[in-house]
């Protein structure tokens, strides 16, 4: 559940207007090149979390196959993934709240990370029912939109591509964001019940439903509107719903738009603050970021801290801009993480793998170097802003530590 929550809530939602410019009416077939890249890395996530289930993730999986040093960095980047996705969607959160309240967007977004901050605080069994709750919530106004849309079939050319392939695979590297989620539940390997056999589960499970729902709205939302009233819409929920059900149904798909935001924000401040945490543990980060209240056992420093940078990050940028910057950082993450599998497969052949990526030509498995490809030709289809900013978030987390002296 939290992984559907995350992956629907953080793309479909916030940013169907930036990529509707860039594939036209074939955004659904973007939305496939983008799920079938994502397998590769998600299968990759499956068998590293089955060999290793540690809320230090993707820290853990590198550094066992690269070393401390390494496997910091990639620690670093994907904290910093999560906070920034986090800032992202509080953004598109804000964006809705706009369009309903008429308050400027930053201070709804600023407002949501606090108020989220704290529940998190609270305890991990409160966050994970408004989780639960939310992500119905958030799926049932994806199902509205597809059903909506069904009248509306055959309106529109879905092959028309303004900016022909190029367009799709640039909206393909954008549309990854969408499925930022399925990695983030590894994080929650310390607090799930048989986390080696469970969390691979949930991983493929979160992918394969969110891909067919991402697939049947996207071909909705352009039946409905066409590409270009899609085209950078700041709500575009709402403005399906307004011509399809009229000022009720536009409503009714804001507030539903609301609660799926919310909820993405929720589950990465969470999923962020807990590599954190792991990561302290293992003396990678400052001990203080380790603390866990002594009445709420939660990891209070690391939600404060994950939550500050989180509202600072919202000041820096626009929702496309973030989303790139937030890309960056998964697809340098990815290609480790698809290298570590390949190198543990001949460094520690023995290691018991409960999940193992199918596909193999002997140690070699073939969908993690697909995987590893696929997400070096991605990266570069990304905003170069997006770039720049990630890879001095990159350097930095070098920087961080060749000080702290991790080897």
Not at 285 to 294: C, M
Request: net charge neutral.
């Amino acid at each position: 559940m939290s992984g559907i929550g995350i992956i629907l809530g953080a793309g479909i939602y916030a940013l169907l207007g930036e990529v509707a410019p860039l594939a036209g009416n074939a955004l659904w077939l973007s939305f496939i090149v983008s799920s079938v890249v994502v397998a590769f890395t998600a299968l990759s996530y499956a068998e590293l979390s089955s060999l290793f289930p540690s809320a230090a993730a993707e820290y853990e999986y590198v550094k066992n196959a690269m070393g401390k040093r390494v496997g910091f960095i990639i620690g670093w980047l994907i904290i910093f993934s999560a906070i920034i996705s986090s800032s992202t969607v509080a953004i598109g959160f804000g964006n809705y709240f706009d369009v309903l309240f008429n308050i400027p967007s930053i201070y709804t977004a600023i407002a949501l990370i606090a108020v989220l901050s704290l529940l998190l605080f609270i305890g991990i069994k409160q966050s994970a029912w408004v989780a639960i709750i939310f992500t119905a919530i958030e799926a049932l106004g994806l199902l509205i939109i597809f059903f909506i849309g069904i009248p509306f079939y055959g309106n529109v050319n879905y092959l028309e591509m303004p900016l022909g392939l190029n367009g799709v695979l640039s909206a393909a590297a954008l549309i990854f964001f969408a499925y930022v989620g399925f990695q983030e539940i590894v994080k929650l390997s310390e607090e799930t019940i048989e986390p080696n056999k469970n969390i691979p589960r949930a991983i493929l499970l979160a992918l394969v439903l969110s891909t067919i729902l991402y697939i049947l709205v996207s071909v909705s939302s352009v039946s409905i509107l066409g590409w270009e009233a899609l085209a950078s819409n700041q709500a575009p929920f709402s403005q399906i719903a307004m011509v399809a059900l009229g000022p009720n149904g536009a409503l009714l798909l804001s507030i539903i738009a609301l609660f799926a935001t919310s909820n993405t924000v929720l589950l990465m401040l969470l999923a962020g603050s807990r590599v954190v945490y792991g990561m302290a543990e293992f003396h990678a980060l400052p001990a203080v970021l380790r603390k866990v209240h002594p009445k709420t056992r939660t990891p209070w420093i690391s939600i404060i801290v994950v939550g500050i940078i989180a509202v600072a990050f919202l000041f820096l940028g626009d929702l496309e801009f973030l989303a790139s910057v937030t890309n960056y950082t998964l697809f340098f993450s990815f290609i480790f993480i698809n290298t570590s599998v390949i190198i543990l497969r001949y460094i520690s052949p023995e290691l018991k793998r409960p999940f193992k990526i199918p596909l193999n030509v002997r140690n070699l498995p073939v969908l993690a170097f697909f995987g590893l490809i696929s997400c070096i030709l991605l990266l570069f289809q990304l905003n170069w802003d997006g770039i720049l900013l990630g890879i001095i978030i990159t350097i930095i987390g070098i920087v961080f530590t060749f000080r702290r002296g991790n080897n």
